[in-house]
């Protein structure tokens, strides 16, 4: 849980909400540590709330959308970063609510729920809004993108096993044989130790990164006898064993192309909010936490070039 804790203490005139017996008021706001997002008709909407009691931190952001937030990442970085001023335009409010429990889409609608009774809204118009979108790309493998920096250069742009212009980290099929790395067994037990990765006719490559993976002369891409649909796991011509780990048939049939490669695409999206003022509550920084949402999860094609 994500905790605020709010102090307010009166003195003089100096602040606005005073109290007379000169006590010290502390609010606990206890949130989660997750936000959500609502897209308005000219503006975005970040808030959280809970129950119990009932209260809502909101933010919003005219003239935004969350698909420009996703869509204005950095293709190198692959980072999204902007200020915004809060302001009467962009306002960031803390609310309590008479509700037992608040719904979850409560900013979702142009008119608020008709039974949802506001006790006390306090608005910051000052400060400062930082949204930072980071983008993570990965190829659910069975292997860490760490263990992919083959060169060990710390670049994992620059590792590319089958030369297919996809890195191993994002690459579905690091060898390019047409079988996917991850029914390859780069790591049995799951332990993120390679050194036990099958390889099959023992020639101390690994099947997930050996070309030809049962040593019989073919490229394991080329052992497609029955079917040609660029998975020659379906290809069996005697025996149990698939053609391309049975070293007793040869037969060449020669790929044209290479599998579909699936990327998966991860959106991490904060929200810190700093230098603002609640009246009753003043911080140097807020962190808001992390935007969950449908959105943040996507797939895109890989496009290997085929060689």
Do not use: W
């Not at 990442?73 to 962009?90: A, L």
């Not at 860490?144 to 996809?166: Q, Y």
Request: with cysteine; proline share 4%.
């Amino acid at each position: 849980m994500r905790k605020l804790f709010l102090v307010l203490i009166s003195i003089g005139l100096l602040y606005i909400y005073s109290c007379d017996d000169g006590d010290v008021i502390t609010v606990e706001l206890d949130f989660e540590e997750t936000f959500k997002a609502c897209q308005g008709v000219s503006s975005l909407v970040f808030y959280k709330t809970k129950d119990d009691p009932s209260e809502s931190l909101s933010l919003k952001i005219a003239g935004l959308t969350l698909d420009e937030i996703l869509n204005g990442i950095d293709e190198t970085t692959k980072i999204y970063e902007e200020n915004f001023n809060i302001s009467t335009t962009n306002p960031f409010n803390y609310r309590t609510y008479s509700n037992t429990k608040l719904p979850n889409d409560l900013f979702c609608n142009d008119i608020p729920p008709s039974d949802i009774i506001i006790t006390q809204d306090i608005e910051s118009t000052d400060g400062t809004a930082a949204i930072k979108a980071v983008l993570t790309e990965d190829d659910n493998d069975g292997i860490p993108a760490e263990l992919e920096d083959r060169n060990g250069n710390g670049n994992l742009e620059d590792d590319d096993t089958d030369n297919d212009g996809i890195p191993n980290y994002i690459d579905a099929d690091d060898d390019g044989d047409n079988v996917l790395t991850i029914d390859e067994d780069p790591d049995p037990d799951g332990d993120g130790n390679l050194s036990d990765a099958l390889d099959s006719d023992g020639d101390g490559t690994p099947d997930y990164l050996d070309t030809d993976d049962d040593g019989d002369g073919v490229d394991t891409r080329d052992e497609e006898n029955d079917s040609q649909n660029q998975n020659p796991r379906d290809d069996t011509t005697s025996g149990d064993l698939n053609d391309y780990l049975n070293p007793d048939v040869s037969t060449e049939v020669v790929a044209t192309e290479y599998r579909d490669h699936n990327i998966t695409q991860t959106y991490t999206v904060t929200l810190k909010i700093s230098n603002f003022d609640l009246t009753l509550i003043s911080l140097d920084e807020f962190d808001f936490g992390n935007l969950q949402d449908s959105k943040l999860t996507k797939t895109r094609k890989g496009d290997p070039v085929f060689n």
